[in-house]
T-cell receptor, first 112, second 115 residues
Framework: QKEVEQNSGPLSVPEGAIASLNCTYS??????FFWYRQYSGKSPELIMS????GDKEDGRFTAQLNKASQYVSLLIRDSQPSDSATYLC????????????FGGGTRLMVKP | EAGVAQSPRYKIIEKRQSVAFWCNPI?????LYWYQQILGQGPKLLIQ????????DSQLPKDRFSAERLKGVDSTLKIQPAKLEDSAVYLC?????????????FGQGTRLTVV
C-alpha cells in the first residue's frame, strides 16, 4: 500500500464546474496536509495547507480533512482552463523527522 | 524574499558519467529536501536535512547518490555513476522551522537526461 494515494486521472471537468480531487494516506501519525499544483514542465507550487479536521477555504479552493477516515480532498469551484495541471497531495509527520511524502498526483483537465 | 535556487536547470550526460546539482534554500530555512520526480510520477524523497544533519536518507541509492549540506545552508546532490533510470527532475525544497505550521517551497528543479 502506498503511503499517499491519488487517482492519476485524468479528471476532466467543464469550465465553470466544481473539480473534486481526493487523496488518502496510510500513516495515522500524519498531522499536516498540503496540496501542490504542478504545471507541465514546472515545479510544484503550494496552493493549500490544512492542519485540522474540517474545511479550509481560500478563494476558489477548499481543502477538506478527515483524519478519522485518513482522507483529504481539494475542491476547485468555478474551474478555469488555467486550472488544468497535476495536483499533488502531500502529508507530513510533525515529529523529529518531519518527512514530507507525496502522492502520485491527479491530472486535471478543464475544458472550455 | 528570494525563492529556492537550483542549478543547473538542465543537464544531459552519458550513462556512467558523474553529475552534481546545487541548491540554495530560502534564507533561514533549516529543513532542506531533495526529491526525484520521474515523468508522470509524484516527487519521491531522496534525502532530508535539518541544518547540516541528515534526518532521513532511507530512499537514497547510496551506492551511486550522495548529498551534503556542510554549512547548513546550500546543498549538493551528486550521482556517480549515472544510469539511464536516473533520468528525472531533481527538485530541492526548503522549509522554515520557526513554528510548527510551515510549508515547504520548491525550486525550479534540474532536469537530468541520461543517454
Amino acid at each position: 500500500q502506498k503511503e499517499v494515494e491519488q487517482n492519476s486521472g485524468p479528471l476532466s471537468v467543464p469550465e465553470g464546474a466544481i473539480a473534486s480531487l481526493n487523496c488518502t494516506y496510510s500513516d495515522r501519525g500524519s498531522q499536516s496536509f498540503f496540496w501542490y499544483r504542478q504545471y507541465s514542465g514546472k515545479s510544484p507550487e503550494l496552493i493549500m495547507s490544512i492542519y485540522s479536521n474540517g474545511d479550509k477555504e481560500d478563494g476558489r479552493f477548499t481543502a477538506q480533512l478527515n483524519k478519522a477516515s485518513q482522507y483529504v480532498s481539494l475542491l476547485i469551484r468555478d474551474s478555469q482552463p488555467s486550472d488544468s495541471a497535476t495536483y499533488l497531495c502531500a502529508v507530513r509527520r510533525d515529529n523529529a523527522g518531519n518527512m514530507l511524502t507525496f502522492g502520485g498526483g491527479t491530472r486535471l483537465m478543464v475544458k472550455p | 524574499e528570494a525563492g529556492v535556487a537550483q542549478s543547473p536547470r538542465y543537464k544531459i550526460i552519458e550513462k556512467r558519467q558523474s553529475v552534481a546539482f546545487w541548491c540554495n534554500p530560502i534564507s533561514g530555512h533549516a529543513t532542506l529536501y531533495w526529491y526525484q520526480q520521474i515523468l508522470g510520477q509524484g516527487p519521491k524523497l531522496l534525502i532530508q536535512f535539518q541544518n547540516n544533519g541528515v534526518v532521513d536518507d532511507s530512499q537514497l541509492p547510496k551506492d551511486r547518490f550522495s548529498a551534503e549540506r556542510l554549512k547548513g545552508v546550500d546543498s549538493t546532490l551528486k550521482i556517480q555513476p549515472a544510469k539511464l533510470e536516473d533520468s528525472a527532475v531533481y527538485l530541492c525544497a526548503s522549509r522554515s522551522r520557526r513554528d510548527g505550521n510551515t510549508e515547504a517551497f520548491f525550486g525550479q528543479g534540474t532536469r537530468l537526461t541520461v543517454v
